[in-house]
């Protein structure tokens, strides 16, 4: 299983050098105040103003970082240590208080050292984890009695396509692991990095029973069928401005998020 994360850590730090200063990302825009956060989550979360907020796979901090310009008080977790480093300096540079952490999701009990008000995660996170039962297990276990968790995720059915949306590549369930080699990142399609990684297909009952095993409660669940972001092929932007994939509009959902409350202690 290290060999996997090894080589996801390596594929991450490789995107971030690219990511960070890509048209995608903008962080220029971010610099001058402008919120990376979306509807759907500022919706589901509502007034963070004083709460605690553990942001898992923060990647390099830009939403955490939205987070706590809402006047959240942030703790943003990241495997990647190029991402790591980039999310402080952004929190030192804009004067932003948030700690950052570098560590697999699956250690970070280990690096935290109470429970939070809210758990988030959000658009390209459950796909590197190769258990969910565990990932529950540790969002219980972080989050305070009447804690809120949040995921809001690509859904499961885009993952099943091939990179151009052609045809049905892989399974619905998580059957086995996948393991790829990538060009590009999807912040940038041309950048001229290379890299392996290896990634997991979650089926949406294989996420909401392991969120139930583990003591939480489901709240909300939406099911959109457009993307926020373009980050895939064969994309379309509709007059709501939103991505769809071209000749699939309106026809398979592209978005999913789960709002749950943490039951007891
Ligand atoms: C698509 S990004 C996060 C998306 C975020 N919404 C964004 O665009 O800023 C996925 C992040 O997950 C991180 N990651 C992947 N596997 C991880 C693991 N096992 N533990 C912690 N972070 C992990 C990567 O380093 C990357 O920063």
Redesign the pocket.
Same mark, same amino acid.
């Given at each position: 299983m290290n060999n996997f /994360?090894e080589v =996801?850590?390596d594929a991450?730090n490789k995107r971030?050098i690219v990511n960070k200063t890509s048209a995608f990302y903008d962080v220029e825009s971010f610099k001058q105040g402008k919120s990376s956060l979306n509807k759907l989550e500022f919706k589901a979360l509502g007034n963070v103003e004083e709460k605690s907020l553990l942001h898992?796979?923060?990647? /390099?901090g830009? #939403?955490t970082l939205s987070w706590a310009r809402e006047g959240a008080v942030v703790t943003g977790? #990241?495997? @990647?240590d190029e991402?790591i480093n980039t999310a402080k300096q952004l929190s030192h540079k804009l004067n932003i208080p948030a700690e950052f952490i570098c560590? =697999? $999701?699956?250690d970070v009990l280990q690096h935290i050292h109470k429970q939070y008000d809210i758990v988030f995660t @959000?658009?390209? $996170?459950i796909g590197?984890?190769p258990d969910l039962d565990k990932w529950a297990a540790i969002i219980g276990k972080a989050l305070k009695p009447g804690g809120i968790f949040f995921l809001a995720e690509f859904h499961p059915v885009i993952w099943m396509f091939d990179d151009n949306f052609q045809y049905i590549k892989y399974a619905y369930h998580n059957e086995a692991v996948i393991k790829e080699t990538q060009t590009g990142t999807y912040a940038d399609r041309n950048a001229d990095i290379q890299y392996e990684e290896y990634s997991w297909n979650h089926s949406l009952s294989e996420v909401i029973n392991a969120l139930l095993d583990h003591g939480l409660s489901i709240l909300q669940f939406e099911e959109l069928n457009y993307s926020y972001y373009n980050c895939f092929n064969n994309t379309i932007r509709g007059n709501d401005g939103y991505w769809r994939i071209k000749g699939l509009e309106n026809k398979i959902p592209m978005m999913y998020a789960v709002k749950a409350i943490k039951m007891h202690g």
């Open positions: /994360f =996801n850590k991450w971030t898992l796979q923060c990647h /390099f830009m #939403d977790i #990241d495997l @990647s991402a560590c =697999n $999701v699956y @959000s658009y390209g $996170v590197w984890l």
